[in-house]
């Protein structure tokens, strides 16, 4: 009888077991099929069972649809009288005549009694500016509204995390 084998220590591997026969450790499972629309078959099949069992066709009113007011209360199915076509007097044509006098010449009047106002010599006069105020000479003062508080970063909080 000739020697064995030697012994490996860590046999290589034949696959997954997905796609293999009889690999597995325990017993291997039977094929069972399943059909593609059960759960839509079994549906259908409650849905005719339960319109089996029902008597007659939807209990509806004769309610709907009602309108909210009364019918028109001007209608009437007697014909309308003609149509009453007003006689226009003939207007005589009155002259224009203005509703207030006319202008004076000579500009605007705009609350004046001259067409341009007199001219005035005013001399020409430099503003003074504010003047400069040292650092030192201002007052502090805080402004109003309202106020920050210290808050925490996002890196910190998702740090903390």
Same mark, same amino acid.
């Not at 597995?24 to 409650?46: C, E, M, P, W």
């Not at 709907?64 to 226009?88: A, G, S, V």
């Not at 005549?97 to 020409?124: L, N, V």
């Given at each position: 009888?000739? $020697? #064995?084998?030697? /012994? ?8 997954? #077991? ?14 069972? @099929?399943? /059909? ?17 069992? /029902? ?9 709907? $649809? ?14 309308? $009288? ?15 005549? &203005?509703? @207030?006098?006319?202008?004076? &010449?000579?500009?605007?009047?705009? #609350?004046?009694?001259?067409?341009? &106002? @007199?001219?005035?010599?005013? $001399? ?8 400069? /105020? ?7 003062? &805080? ?9 925490? @970063? ?8």
């Amino acid at each position: 009888m000739p $020697p #064995g084998k030697n /012994l490996y220590t860590n046999p290589g591997k034949k696959g997954t #077991g997905y796609g293999y026969a009889n690999i597995t450790i325990g017993k291997q499972f039977s094929h069972s @099929s399943d /059909l593609y629309d059960v759960a839509r078959q079994n549906y259908k099949k409650d849905n005719e069972e339960h319109h089996q069992l /029902l008597k007659g066709a939807p209990f509806k009113l004769n309610l709907y $649809p009602r309108d909210y007011f009364d019918t028109n209360p001007y209608f009437t199915e007697k014909p309308l $009288p003609p149509i009453k076509k007003d006689e226009k007097k003939e207007v005589l044509p009155s002259p224009f005549k &203005p509703s @207030s006098p006319g202008k004076k &010449p000579g500009g605007m009047k705009a #609350g004046t009694f001259e067409p341009y &106002p @007199s001219h005035s010599s005013d $001399p020409y006069m430099v503003k003074t500016g504010k003047e400069v /105020l040292r650092k030192e000479d201002k007052v502090f003062h &805080p402004p109003s509204g309202p106020k920050s508080r210290p808050i925490e @970063s996002i890196m910190t909080l998702n740090v903390k995390r």
